[in-house]
Every structure is written in structure tokens, then in C-alpha cells.
């Protein structure tokens, strides 16, 4: 009977994990990419440079600060679910945890130095990436995931290979 549960668990877990391990590296290296590119702007650089200067709880402080910020685009989807509007309120959660995600990416990208000084912000950064690597690994480990990596490798030679037949005229 175990192992009937252990399989038809696998069954259903795997996938979601391998979706959601995909989804996120996927999001996280595009959100990067764009944040990276508005921290060359110059007045957006400014405030980076004085964040980097904060001290190490006023650095905590405006690491925390976006989630409150966020906050008016959760209101303004729950205006829009109110009003009947589902794909409006869809659309606007979804838009307000991609900005939330990229401002909170990039804010940890910068004040990361100055948050791991306040040793008990150190101690939980360090187990929670141990946790996340384990579950990545563990993830990347599954049968599912290497033969989806395949494909996906596959799919992108010939991608590759189809671009630069086009372009090479």
C-alpha cells in the first residue's frame, strides 16, 4: 500500500515541483535581466547607491518595504473581483507579484551584504537557500525532470540550429 501512495503521490508532486522550480529560475532570470536594466538609469542608480549605504536595519527595513507598497494593487484586485472584472483581478495579482518579485529581487541583490551583518537574518538566509537547494536538487534528481530537460535541450539545438540557417543568408 506504501509504495501504491509513494507513486501515485509522485504522480501528482512531481510535475507541480518541476513546474513550479521551472517557473520560478524562468521568472527570476528575466526579472533580473529587467531590473538590472533599470538600475542603469541614472536616477534609479542614485537610490541604489544610497541604499547600499543604509545601515543594517534600516536596510531590512527597505527590504521589507515593498510588500507594503504592494499592497494598493491587492486592493485594486479585490476592487476588480468585487465588480465582477475575475480577469482583471487575475491580471492585476499577477502584475503586482511580478513587480513585487523583481523590486524584492533586486532589493536583496543590493542590501545583501549589509542584511547577512544582523546574524539571526544570516542564520535564516542560510537555512533557507540550504532548504531550497536541497528541494531543487531533489527535484532535479526525478526521472520526470531529466527527461523534460532533454527535450527542452533538444528542442533548443534545433531552435539554434533552425536560426541560424535563416539568419545565415
Same mark, same amino acid.
Given at each position: 500500500?506504501?509504495?501504491?501512495?509513494?507513486?501515485?503521490?509522485? %504522480?501528482?508532486?512531481?510535475?507541480?515541483?518541476?513546474?513550479?522550480?521551472? /517557473?520560478?529560475?524562468?521568472? %527570476?532570470?528575466?526579472?533580473?535581466?529587467?531590473?538590472?536594466?533599470?538600475?542603469?538609469?541614472?536616477?534609479?542608480?542614485?537610490?541604489?547607491?544610497?541604499?547600499?549605504?543604509?545601515?543594517?536595519?534600516?536596510?531590512?527595513? $527597505? /527590504?521589507?518595504?515593498?510588500?507594503?507598497?504592494?499592497?494598493?494593487?491587492?486592493?485594486?484586485?479585490?476592487?476588480?473581483?468585487?465588480?465582477?472584472?475575475?480577469?482583471? $483581478?487575475?491580471?492585476?495579482? %499577477?502584475?503586482?507579484?511580478?513587480?513585487?518579485?523583481?523590486?524584492?529581487?533586486?532589493?536583496?541583490?543590493?542590501?545583501?551584504?549589509?542584511?547577512?551583518?544582523?546574524?539571526?537574518?544570516?542564520?535564516?538566509?542560510?537555512? /533557507?537557500?540550504?532548504?531550497?537547494?536541497?528541494?531543487?536538487?531533489?527535484?532535479?534528481?526525478?526521472?520526470?525532470?531529466?527527461?523534460?530537460?532533454? %527535450?527542452?535541450?533538444?528542442?533548443?539545438?534545433?531552435?539554434?540550429?533552425?536560426?541560424?540557417?535563416?539568419?545565415?543568408?
Amino acid at each position: 500500500m506504501k509504495q501504491h501512495l509513494k507513486r501515485a503521490l509522485e %504522480i501528482v508532486i512531481v510535475p507541480l515541483a518541476a513546474a513550479i522550480v521551472f /517557473f520560478e529560475q524562468t521568472l %527570476i532570470a528575466c526579472l533580473n535581466a529587467a531590473m538590472a536594466a533599470v538600475a542603469r538609469w541614472p536616477p534609479v542608480a542614485k537610490v541604489e547607491a544610497r541604499l547600499v549605504r543604509l545601515p543594517p536595519y534600516a536596510a531590512l527595513a $527597505a /527590504f521589507v518595504a515593498p510588500s507594503i507598497l504592494i499592497l494598493p494593487i491587492k486592493l485594486i484586485a479585490l476592487w476588480f473581483a468585487a465588480m465582477g472584472h475575475y480577469g482583471m $483581478a487575475l491580471g492585476a495579482v %499577477i502584475a503586482g507579484k511580478m513587480l513585487g518579485t523583481a523590486v524584492l529581487a533586486r532589493l536583496y541583490r543590493i542590501l545583501r551584504p549589509t542584511l547577512m551583518t544582523i546574524p539571526w537574518f544570516a542564520r535564516l538566509d542560510t537555512r /533557507f537557500f540550504y532548504w531550497r537547494d536541497q528541494a531543487y536538487a531533489f527535484v532535479r534528481s526525478l526521472g520526470p525532470w531529466q527527461k523534460t530537460r532533454a %527535450i527542452v535541450q533538444q528542442v533548443r539545438a534545433r531552435l539554434a540550429e533552425l536560426a541560424s540557417v535563416l539568419f545565415a543568408r
